[in-house]
């Protein structure tokens, strides 16, 4: 075990991995020489050289198009977007052929491709930098999609995705790459896609998140003494662990979801949705949902009034207990 950061945990799961698998590239903006806008993949491109570690021009549509090819072709990339408001830039190769491919070939060919990305606010980042994207991608059938909250579920799910057999977008929340550390195993480990988390087990609520908005919820828990909250990280948008989150909502009745995304549309929607729909009896009070807001992500100066803080979540929890 080793204690470290998340940056730390996603570079020592590629290395691994590069190790690991000769079919494993990584191809991004700056992931070469630099490592990485984040340093992600520092030092790869000096153990694996440059045809397993490739700096590709300014142009996400190429990489996200390359990707998709190589993937046929047998290869297992790993590309990175800067940002994963870059990523719309290529949209139309993630809807249109990742997704799509397995079942267009009638499941001769897929697309065993991983598209890492920087992802939501909280770091007083330019325009475009600060995008919470998860609903659009959940929304393209046949991709999967994770959002760890922490190194050690970061190093594994990211092994988990490289390993699998179809595509998956993994956003990493860039407020959390350094913020504080934990152990992680020094050796390979995965965690499986589509497995939720219970965090913290309660009897009077559920609380539902994920990313860098699960450990503002931890930190509510251990602020909140009135309720006695079930705290679950989602960490997997698609396929959704409904199991899980079913099991703890019959136990105890109220459900709290929070995430950083606008609340129009977004994945608090789609499970408050399944909720109603498979456990609506045993609900005691309406699903509260505590979001951004839909709005664009403002510039810098204004982001902490756009992002979830402890009293909002808190407002929402009681919301629900009092009701």
Not at 102 to 120: D, E, H, Q, W
Not at 181 to 206: F, W
């Amino acid at each position: 075990m080793t204690k470290m950061h998340m940056v730390a945990a996603l570079n020592q799961a590629l290395d691994q991995e590069l190790a690991r698998d000769p079919h494993v590239i990584i191809l991004g903006e700056d992931v070469g020489v630099d490592g990485g806008v984040f340093r992600v993949t520092d030092g790869l491109f000096k153990k694996y050289g440059k045809d397993r570690v490739m700096d590709t021009p300014i142009a996400e549509a190429g990489i996200i198009g390359a990707s998709t090819g190589l993937a046929i072709a047998g290869l297992k990339p790993v590309c990175e977007i800067q940002f994963s408001g870059f990523m719309y830039q290529g949209f139309h190769h993630i809807k249109q052929h990742l997704g799509m491919m397995r079942m267009r070939t009638y499941g001769t060919f897929t697309c065993p491709i991983v598209i890492r990305s920087p992802a939501t606010g909280g770091i007083r980042a330019l325009e475009l930098h600060s995008e919470s994207p998860e609903a659009f991608y959940v929304h393209c059938q046949g991709i999967k999609v994770v959002m760890p909250s922490g190194p050690y579920d970061a190093k594994g799910l990211l092994i988990s995705a490289i390993r699998d057999p179809d595509p998956v977008i993994f956003l990493e929340p860039e407020k959390l790459y350094r913020s504080f550390k934990e152990e992680v195993p020094d050796e390979p480990y995965t965690i499986p896609i589509g497995t939720a988390k219970v965090i913290k087990e309660g009897k009077d609520v559920t609380v539902l998140s994920w990313g860098s908005m699960l450990r503002l919820c931890m930190d509510v828990v251990q602020q909140y003494q009135a309720a006695d909250i079930e705290l679950i990280d989602v960490r997997t948008l698609w396929p959704l662990d409904m199991d899980t989150i079913l099991k703890s909502v019959k136990k105890t009745g109220r459900v709290v979801i929070v995430h950083e995304a606008p609340k129009a549309a977004g994945m608090g929607a789609e499970l408050a949705a399944r909720i109603q729909e498979n456990v609506m009896l045993s609900l005691q009070a309406p699903i509260i949902r505590v979001s951004g807001l839909d709005m664009p992500f403002p510039q810098f100066a204004l982001e902490k009034y756009y992002l979830p803080d402890a009293n909002r979540i808190i407002r929402g929890i009681r919301k629900a207990v009092e009701f």
